[in-house]
């Protein structure tokens, strides 16, 4: 069973929406990342928040807005998306130093990902 | 040339069948070695890590050849529940977090 939780886990949503993807960890984790993944690929790093701060953006167009309101919580806000975002996306968890988190310090942990459909 | 190299397959075996999967990576900074499991439709999950002195979990056992940028999966006794995609994946750690490479994975199909 995976620590790391994602809602929702289906979303539908045209192109003029705004909706959001929430994912969640109590694992300790200082490092969350968000992937997509089309089907028959392998995951594509989109962000990297370390520390709660943004380490990486993977040249995400910014329809794809991410935040990270606390270590345990990291969202993707999504708005005027094209049906090509139409995808699994995917996050996951890492530790990032000492102390008592689950891990080594490079596994990274998925969570079951939201499977979006832009209509 | 691709970052992580895996052959697509699918390797179509029967049950307990030994198969071995194979892999090479270009990016000599690579510090630190997975094989994942995927399921269709689901996320991955890691299965094992790789080190430098191989490695075994059961019925899975792994191989890292540092000097050859080669990483090996070896599987005993298949089950028809070890269906399944199997990513290799070579990580390079920063400060606070780390990047994966995935390979695009091996398609495995176990059968009665």
């Known amino acids: 069973d995976t620590e790391v939780t994602q809602t929702p886990k289906h979303l539908v949503m045209g192109m003029t929406n705004k909706k959001s993807l929430k994912c969640e960890q109590h694992?300790?984790?200082?490092?969350m990342y968000w992937y997509k993944q089309k089907a028959k690929k392998p995951p594509e790093l989109m962000f990297v928040?370390?520390?709660?701060?943004?380490?990486i953006n993977e040249s995400v167009p910014s329809r794809f807005s991410p935040e990270c309101p606390n270590s345990s919580l990291l969202n993707l806000h999504l708005h005027a998306l094209q049906p090509e975002d139409s995808a699994l996306y995917l996050c996951?968890?890492?530790?990032?130093?000492?102390?008592?988190?689950?891990?080594?310090?490079?596994?990274?942990?998925f969570g079951p990902g939201t499977r979006l459909t832009v209509l | 040339r691709k970052e992580v190299e895996q052959d697509p397959g699918p390797f179509n075996v029967p049950e307990g069948a030994t198969v071995a999967f194979n892999c090479t990576y270009s990016?000599?900074?690579?510090?630190?070695f997975f094989w994942y499991r995927q399921d269709c439709r689901k996320e991955p999950k890691l299965l094992m890590s790789?080190?430098?002195s191989g490695n075994e979990d059961g019925r899975f056992t792994a191989q890292l050849n540092r000097a050859s940028q080669y990483i090996s999966l070896l599987i005993r006794d298949s089950k028809l529940s070890d269906s399944a995609t199997y990513l290799c994946?070579?990580?390079?750690?920063?400060?606070?977090?780390?990047?994966?490479?995935f390979g695009k994975g091996t398609m495995l199909l176990v059968s009665p």
């Open positions: 996951a968890s890492s530790r990032s130093g000492s102390g008592r988190a689950r891990g080594s310090y490079n596994e990274q942990f």
């Open positions: 694992m300790g984790h200082r490092a």
């Open positions: 928040y370390s520390y709660e701060k943004l380490s």
């Open positions: 990016n000599s900074a690579s510090q630190s």
């Open positions: 790789v080190y430098s």
């Open positions: 994946v070579v990580n390079i750690r920063h400060s606070g977090y780390s990047t994966l490479t």
